[in-house]
């Protein structure tokens, strides 16, 4: 139809290069015109080879969040598995930065293919990077974005803008002089590029939108302090504290266990992910709105990217950002009803 020979049209099915611009105009129009679309299913089994993939992320057994996201690695292994991709899990301690290193060197020893990483520490991230570029192994970032690190794709949320709506959502109905508390909980906050990010859209907010009278402090707390449960009933205990944005998902469930004890005391709270802890709380009204990253979902469509691009050559997208879900009291029943979280 095109008027070219097989050879041609092979090599621009498979962008195998050395066809002339005239023939791949001709080509690609005949494709158009008959709705080509590649069986990816017969490519896949044409193949003798299989693929490996690491995934490297924080424990899960000390994390409900990282335990969601373990979830979503058991899921992509049982769905990839029949298309010969083998993924193995790499866990590093969430409080240990260079054990993100140690833990991504012994994923690089197993020779992957390809590999999805959480890299919640900067420096050490941009170490393991320049590793995976050097042995020229293509990898996927979720959770956590780098944009210097020039990864094959990114799936996660837009975190500055994270912020961003978490200060609006302090903000609603609230027109006179306000004392802030940002908690950053059991984090470097310092190498935390995640943590960062949302601060800094949490703070922009307020500098460009409210015009009453405000103070934001941030605080770095180590829950394991034995004097944590203090520090936050003091500051619970100022009278000029109206509401508390916790940046982690964990911790959020902490600090509304501890409002709880004091029922008097009118405190907005803000946190992210529908963990089991923290449903129990926005549902029992301690936890105002709920900032939901599906973090399920972000490491399966990660390695799902991965496979894809190794399977099938197929393009992904350099960024896939998930939407700002806003969970309140009033929509988490029918949210949870959907199956979508």
Not at 183 to 189: F, P, Q
Not at 190 to 214: Q, T, W
Not at 279 to 307: E, Y
Request: overall charge positive; glycine content about 8%; proline content about 4%.
């Amino acid at each position: 139809m095109a008027g070219v020979s097989e050879g041609t049209v092979d090599r621009v099915l498979h962008n195998r290069g050395n066809v002339s611009a005239k023939a791949l105009i001709k080509v690609n129009n005949v494709l158009k015109k008959i709705h080509y679309k590649p069986n990816l299913i017969a490519r896949s089994l044409r193949r003798s080879k299989n693929f490996r993939v690491s995934v490297v992320i924080p424990e899960p057994n000390l994390d409900p969040y990282w335990a969601e996201v373990n979830a979503g690695i058991i899921q992509a292994i049982g769905e990839w598995g029949h298309y010969g991709v083998a993924i193995e899990p790499f866990f590093y301690a969430h409080d240990g930065k260079l054990s993100l290193e140690l833990i991504s060197n012994q994923a690089l020893k197993s020779k992957p293919d390809g590999m999805v990483i959480a890299p919640i520490f900067y420096p050490q991230a941009l170490q393991v990077f320049g590793q995976l570029q050097k042995k020229g192994i293509p990898y996927v970032l979720f959770n956590t974005n780098i944009p210097e690190s020039k990864p094959l794709s990114f799936i996660g949320q837009d975190l500055f803008q994270s912020g961003k709506l978490a200060g609006q959502l302090m903000s609603i109905g609230n027109e006179t002089a306000e004392e802030i508390v940002i908690l950053h909980i059991g984090e470097d906050v310092k190498d935390s590029v995640y943590l960062m990010e949302k601060e800094k859209g949490f703070r922009e907010f307020y500098e460009k939108n409210i015009h009453y009278s405000y103070k934001i402090t941030s605080l770095n707390l180590d829950s394991g302090d034995k004097s944590f449960t203090s520090k936050i009933e003091s500051l619970i205990l100022r009278e000029s504290i109206t509401g508390i944005f916790v940046t982690t998902s964990k911790a959020v469930s902490t600090i509304a266990r501890i409002l709880k004890d004091y029922p008097d005391i009118i405190i907005r709270l803000i946190g992210y992910d529908m963990l089991e802890e923290n449903l129990k709380h926005l549902k029992g009204g301690l936890i105002n709105f709920l900032i939901n990253q599906n973090p399920k979902r972000q490491v399966f469509q990660g390695i799902s990217h991965m496979a894809n691009h190794l399977l099938f050559k197929k393009e992904i997208p350099r960024t896939e950002l998930f939407p700002l879900e806003v969970i309140t009291q009033q929509n988490v029943d029918s949210y949870i009803a959907s199956g979508i979280h």
